[in-house]
Every structure is written in C-alpha cells, then in structure tokens.
C-alpha cells in the first residue's frame, strides 16, 4: 500500500541496536566531534535568528530533536506539537524538518504546495540503491510518468479487480488453516503476513510463497521484512552522521548489500522467467483478465517492450513498481487486519454488528465473494474507523521542500524534511469526538474517504506522492474480514487480555500478536 516507508528507524529492537552500537562508536570518537559540535550550535542558532521559521524545542549539538522522539515517533511528535504548535521546526540530526499535525496545514502543504514538496529526501547510495529511483525518488519528469503510467496501467480499479479470483482463493485458504486448527489458539499475526505475502506475489509473479493449499511459513516470506528492517537500523546513523565509516564498522552496509543481492536475484529470476514464457508463447492480449490470470510483471515488461511507450522505461523502473507493491502490500495490509479484529474483540457490540451484517446478506451460501461486498456497508464503516485509530504509515512517508515557500506565515528554506502526524490529525479531539474511542458509526452518512480528498482523514496521504497501491490493499482487508467474520466466532484464550499496545515495525502494528480461539458456525460445520 505504498508511500510508508518513514526515514526514521522503525523497527524497535533494530532501533535500539542501532543507537547503542552508534553511541558506542561515538564516544570512542568524541575528540572528533567537540569541535564541529560547538561550530554547528553556532550555525544553527544564528540560522534560526535570520530565518523566520516555525517555532520548535531547543535542540542538543549534533542530535538536534532526535533524542525527543522516542520509540513511537508520532506519539512523540504530537506532545512536542501541543507545546509548540501545529507547525513545529525539528532538527533531526543534520537535516531541518517540519513537523504537520493540524488538516488546514496538512491540505496547505499536501494540496495548494503540493509541487513545491513533491520531492523526497535524500539519502545515502548504500539506501539508494534499494529503492530502484522509485517511491524515495526526488520529484523529477521520469518520476512524473512513471507514476502517471502506475496509476494508468498497474493501480487502476480494472487491474485490482481482475486479481478477485486470486485474492477469494488465498483466502478459502486461510479459513481452511483456520478451521484445521480451531482446536487451539490461533496466531492471527502470522496468518495474515503469509496471506498477504501470497496474495502479493500471485499479484506481482503469478506464484505464491506458501506450499500448494497452505498458509505457512517459507523463506521469502521474511525478505521485505528483513530489508526494511536494515533500511531502519541503517536511517538513524544517516540523521546524525553521514559518514561511511560508521556503516563500515558497525557491519550494517555489508548486511544491506547481501540483503540487497538476495532481494535483486528474485527479481531478476523473476523478470527471465516471464521473459522465456513471453518468447515462447507470445505477449498475449491486454492488461489483466478477471481470474487474474496476467500477473503484473507480465503487464510491466510488456510496455518494457513497447518502443512506442512515449519515455524511458527502464528494468529497474520495472523492479521498482513491483518492490513498491511488495513493500506497501504485505506488513500494511496484515497489520489493518490485525488491528481490525482486535477493535472488535474490543468492542463486542460492534462485532456483533459487523457479523450479523455479513451473515445476513450471505446467508448459507457456504462463503463470502467479492460480488457481496457492496451490500456490507457497516463493514466499510469498521475500515474506516480502524484505519483512523490505526492509519498503517501513522507519520505520512516525508517530503522535501523543493523551492523556498511560505506556510502560516513562515520561511520554508529548501531542502527542509516535511513531516505530516497523520495520527494527530486522525485522533484530533477538535475533529472527532471521542477520538480514543472505536464508534464506525461516526463514518456512517459522512462524506469521507480515504483517498486524499479529505485532510482530517488521511490515512494514506494525499496529493502527488500519496499511496498509489491502497485499493490493492483494501481489496484484501475487505474479503479477508468478512470471510473470517462470516465463518467464525472470536474469542480471546481463556486467562488473557487484549494489549493494545502499539509498536513500530514496517507499519504500525500491536507490539503483541493477535492469538485468538476460532470457534466454526455450526450451521456451516
């Protein structure tokens, strides 16, 4: 689902590694770091009295703002915003950020400036490299057309509705592993990961990770998560110190590179293989099909081939649309469904809604298809409001300041980071009422959507560099919950309780697994 890698360190262990080994290396060199400490509180004092910008926290020599952040940034950022403001100066380590917590400020930025911060930030050619110029690509014309192309041809509603069938098999699926082990407790965290692995690499190869008719663990499972994992420990050195030998010494460029290689082999394998079947059975006919039956890599190096294309369509252009898809699909979308199921474990009234709902309009047919999920209108309701609660990328993937602007009446300089608190905004108590509170009815009626129209509800950014996969992922969120409220009754195992406590891996995910006791609806046993 996108835009939601963020530049800071996500992966709590990963992060707390990271700032160890870093402090370590840091004070074995502190004589190398006294004098530009000094230098650059200088620098940065005298900046902020000739510059007009945001009001912000004071700020430590080299660190800046970072050690104010903690382990859940967007928690973090939003009491340092009650202080401050709306629209809050940081220095993160080396690079000058503003942080954006209110819808006005967010539309300002996101829709009337969207051009002038449209870019990404930079970062370092060990990070580079991973992303293939893609969704951490400065703005740019390639980068104009190779999105325009991915919302034409990759991310419209015909491409996500011709892999219908592939997503209600992955899911049949999951219900059988399920019910195979409603005996015991079932881990609901793992179960939705390989899902959506499987549903992703179907998408984007034609073939799934898991073995013929389960729902298990494999190698590939983990790859994405490993990368990005890397890219979060390799991020915080990057804020304070953009200096080689720090990656050097502490082993992490060498992991990045090997990750790099194991991540850029499956594509290649990949991309020859359709090639072998391209030559031997011709291109084909069309974008998709409606059983899905044209993978999306199939799709891309169509239009690879096509010399007519109109701009430059490189190989790497094409790993990195499907590594987007990989990235913004599988941790997002099995994190909004964990989520979601806990909301309703939490809140039994409402899972009772949602059930009768489903049951209601499937009646015995035996499963929910996609052709029934129009009529669920209190389950899209329940999306809404778990991704509100629960937005999978809580701080929007940050932007760069291209061009010097004015916002609120502040000096913007070029090269600022742009950080927008969608959770703030999301859990806003002047928006919402009862923002804590999971209440779906409060969507119910309300002109809103998800889709960077409306900037009190943005769980997937807006304008320009907005999430481009979302409907990818929605499609599996949908069909994935009405299944698993359709065919079963939710409990948790005797002598526990529901911890909601947030954690910041890839996306924002509960710090403990969802396990739950599946018990099958007699009339379907």
Same mark, same amino acid.
Request: one cysteine or more; a positive charge; glycine letters at 6%.
């Given at each position: 689902? @996108? ?9 709590? +262990? ?15 060199h502190s004589w190398l770091l006294i004098i530009p400490s000094i230098l650059?509180? !200088? $620098? ?11 009001? @912000? ?6 660190? &800046? ?49 969207? !051009? ?17 110029? @893609? ?70 190869? &034609? ?31 990057? $804020?304070?110190?953009?200096?080689? #030998? ?49 993978? !999306? ?15 430059? =369509? ?17 941790? *997002? ?6 989520? $979601? ?5 939490? +809140? ?37 409001? *778990? ?33 927008? +608190?969608? #959770? ?7 928006? #919402?009422?009862?923002?804590?509170? =999971? ?50 009754? #939710? ?9 909601? *406590? ?24």
């Amino acid at each position: 689902m @996108g835009d939601l890698f963020f530049f800071f360190p996500k992966y709590c +262990n990963g992060e707390e590694m990271a700032k160890k080994e870093l402090m370590f290396e840091l004070l074995k060199h502190s004589w190398l770091l006294i004098i530009p400490s000094i230098l650059l509180l !200088l $620098l940065l004092s005298s900046r902020r009295r000739r510059q007009k910008l945001p009001p @912000g926290p004071w700020q430590l020599p080299i660190l &800046g703002n970072i050690h104010q952040l903690g382990l859940i940034a967007h928690r973090s950022l939003l009491h340092l915003a009650e202080k401050h403001g709306p629209l809050m100066y940081l220095q993160l380590g080396r690079i000058p950020t503003i942080v954006v917590s209110s819808p006005d400020i967010a539309s300002e930025i996101l829709k009337t400036l969207d !051009l002038a911060f449209a870019s990404r930030p930079s970062t370092s050619p060990s990070v580079a490299k991973f992303w293939y110029g @893609g969704r951490m690509a400065k703005y740019d014309e390639h980068w104009r057309q190779i999105r325009k192309f991915g919302r034409l041809k990759i991310y419209n509603m015909k491409q996500v509705q011709s892999f219908r069938r592939v997503r209600e098999d992955e899911v049949d699926v999951l219900i059988q592993t399920i019910r195979r082990s409603s005996s015991s407790p079932v881990n609901l965290r793992k179960l939705f990961v390989f899902m959506t692995n499987n549903i992703t690499s179907r998408e984007a190869f &034609g073939k799934r990770i898991s073995d013929d008719g389960e729902c298990n663990w494999r190698p590939d499972h983990d790859l994405f998560k490993e990368i990005l994992q890397l890219l979060g420990q390799f991020s915080i050195r990057q $804020l304070l110190l953009p200096l080689e #030998w720090l990656h050097k010494r502490s082993g992490l460029k060498e992991k990045l590179e090997k990750t790099f290689e194991r991540m850029d082999q499956l594509f290649e394998r990949e991309i020859e293989k359709h090639c072998s079947c391209s030559n031997r059975d011709g291109d084909g006919d069309g974008d998709g099909d409606e059983d899905g039956k044209r993978d !999306l890599l199939s799709v891309l190096l169509k239009y690879q081939a096509d010399s007519n294309l109109g701009f430059s =369509f490189t190989k790497d252009d094409v790993k990195a649309i499907i590594q987007g898809i990989f990235f913004g699909s599988t941790d *997002t979308t099995s994190s909004i469904l964990e989520w $979601l199921i806990s909301e309703l474990i939490k +809140n039994p009234r409402v899972m009772k809604k949602a059930q009768d709902e489903v049951r209601g309009v499937v009646g015995n047919k035996g499963k929910v298809e996609e052709s029934d999920l129009q009529q669920l209108q209190y389950l899209k309701l329940v999306i809404n409001e *778990t991704l509100r609660l629960h937005p999978p990328g809580p701080l929007l993937a940050p932007r760069e300041c291209r061009e010097e602007c004015n916002v609120q009446g502040y000096k913007i300089p070029v090269g600022t980071m742009v950080i927008v +608190n969608a #959770w703030a905004i999301m859990r806003d108590p002047k928006l #919402w009422e009862n923002p804590d509170d =999971f209440i779906p009815e409060r969507f119910d009626g309300v002109a809103m959507n998800y889709r960077g129209q409306h900037f009190q509800f943005i769980p997937f950014g807006a304008g320009r560099r907005m999430c481009p996969g979302m409907q990818l992922g929605i499609a599996i969120v949908e069909i994935t919950i009405a299944n698993v409220l359709y065919h079963f009754n #939710w409990e948790l195992p005797a002598g526990t309780d529901m911890d909601m *406590t947030e954690s910041m891996p890839l996306a924002l995910r509960k710090k403990s697994p969802l396990i739950l006791k599946a018990t099958p609806r007699m009339a379907l046993v």
